[in-house]
């Protein structure tokens, strides 16, 4: 997993009552982490592979999310 997509799962999880992914994404765009069109690619890619759902976190997405909020403290 790319840290862009650790980033992305971690700003999922930390998002406020009524943001969307697409306010997710274009808060990470304008902090230039990924283009819109790439952040796009990498949720289209973590929906496939099962971390995101309804545009909300799984409990894999959940899960990966903790453990990138544990290793960016560090």
């Known amino acids: 997993m ?3 997509e650790k ?4 700003a999922l999880l930390k998002k406020e009552e009524g943001e969307s ?3 997710i994404l274009l808060m990470l765009e304008n ?3 990924f283009t819109l069109k790439e952040g796009r690619r ?3 890619g973590l929906k496939k592979d099962g ?3 309804e545009n909300e976190l799984t409990f894999k997405g959940n899960a990966v999310a903790k453990a990138a909020e544990e290793e960016f403290k560090l």
Do not use: W
């Open 51 to 53: 971390y995101i759902e």
């Open 31 to 33: 902090n230039r982490l």
């Open 7 to 10: 980033v992305l799962l971690l």
């Open 21 to 23: 992914i697409q306010d």
């Open 42 to 44: 990498l949720v289209k």
């Open 2 to 4: 790319t840290i862009e």
